[in-house]
């Protein structure tokens, strides 16, 4: 009874390697349109994002994707952070940080 046991084990795990192996095939790589490189370098950006906001200084920049398209990120000594288009240079959007004194209902939280 010992060795049938062993038999059905050797096989169950010979069984879920082959399995494994088979579920985790290495699959040919496709181009993709996610996977583009950016027509827009990163000096490109910084200049863009510096001359739409003179006196200021970029302390960050990220590639990241936004709303399907790549997007430098700068982050600006004032707080501000800018999005240029990775493939257009032209600025996307430019977001402020929130400042929870400006609510409210949170300036009595915070101390000055």
Do not use: C
Not at 4 to 31: D, E, H, M, N, Y
Request: proline content about 4%.
């Amino acid at each position: 009874m010992e060795i049938k046991q062993k038999i059905v084990g050797a096989v169950g795990v010979v069984a879920v390697i082959f399995g494994g192996s088979l579920w985790f095939k290495t699959r040919p790589v496709q181009a993709s349109h996610h996977e583009t490189a950016p027509t827009v370098t990163i000096n490109q950006a910084i200049e863009t994002v510096q001359a739409a906001n003179p006196g200021t200084t970029v302390i960050d920049v990220n590639l990241e994707r936004e709303n399907n398209k790549l997007v430098w990120e700068a982050e600006l000594n004032n707080g501000l952070d800018v999005y240029v288009n990775a493939n257009t240079r032209e600025i996307i959007k430019t977001e402020q940080p929130w400042n929870l004194a400006d609510f409210h209902f949170f300036k009595d939280w915070i101390a000055n």
